[in-house]
Antibody, heavy 121, light 106 residues
Framework: QITLKESGPTLVKPTQTLTLTCTFS??????????VGWIRQPPGKALECLAL???????RYSSSLNNRLTITKDTSKNEVVLTMTNVGAMDTGTYFC?????????????WGQGALVTVSS | SYDLTQPPSVSVSPGQTASITCSGD??????VCWYQKKPGQSPVLVIY???MRPSGIPGRFSAANSGNTATLTISGTQSLDEADYYC?????????FGGGTKLTVL
């Protein structure tokens, strides 16, 4: 079955770079049509899609955070890594990774448990 | 950027029907999905491709999408349906979520 799990620091200082790793099983990012996305939820706020990456290395980014984000994949490790530069208090929240497919009709059908990240000095 | 607008809150009595709307420009021309989100838990997909239910999602969840509005309907609402609900669609190259609706069952 498909599982995903997020890992990374729980506390990051302002202006630092946040690196989160999504480790998954039950599918391969070598398979045509497969993708993984990163979604976050600040406390008391809505879900926000940050970035996606597909089997063909096609990255997609939120327009509001585009210049701060990098998403990469390591198919040999079954990992997707999200890097966010110059973090601030507004980046505090729970970060989820999720499985999807290469289609505008495809939802995020499997989700990780989420990783809580706090940005504070 | 593309905006999806949801009412912040909806209240329903147990056993009654709850309807949650999601509005966006020509939303009916896009595929919409819906997620249920409870505190401390990961989102759960309850509807995809406008009205399809994933396996394991009860039949009391239904949805439609036309014009500028998509609607999630929960029939015979139960207390365990109390949660935040988010609609989602695609805009250009990225996924967009609505602002979420808190469903209260009282």
């Amino acid at each position: 079955q498909i599982t995903l799990k997020e890992s990374g620091p729980t506390l990051v200082k302002p202006t630092q770079t946040l690196t989160l790793t999504c480790t998954f099983s039950g599918f391969s990012l070598n398979t045509s049509g497969v993708g993984v996305g990163w979604i976050r939820q600040p406390p008391g706020k809505a879900l926000e899609c940050l970035a996606l990456i597909y089997w063909n290395d096609d990255p997609r980014y939120s327009s509001s955070l585009n210049n701060r984000l990098t998403i990469t994949k390591d198919t040999s490790k079954n990992e997707v890594v999200l890097t966010m530069t110059n973090v601030g208090a507004m980046d505090t929240g729970t970060y989820f990774c999720a499985h999807t497919r290469y289609s505008t009709s495809s939802p995020f059908d499997y989700w990780g448990q989420g990783a809580l990240v706090t940005v504070s000095s | 950027s593309y905006d999806l607008t949801q009412p912040p809150s909806v209240s329903v009595s147990p056993g009654q029907t709850a309807s949650i709307t999601c509005s966006g420009d020509n939303l009916g021309n896009k595929y919409v999905c819906w997620y249920q989100k409870k505190p401390g838990q990961s989102p759960v997909l309850v509807i995809y491709q406008d009205y399809m239910r994933p396996s394991g999602i009860p039949g009391r969840f239904s949805a439609a999408n036309s014009g500028n509005t998509a609607t999630l309907t929960i029939s015979g609402t139960q207390s365990l349906d109390e949660a935040d609900y988010y609609c989602q669609a695609w805009d250009s190259r990225i996924v967009v979520f609505g602002g979420g609706t808190k469903l209260t069952v009282l």
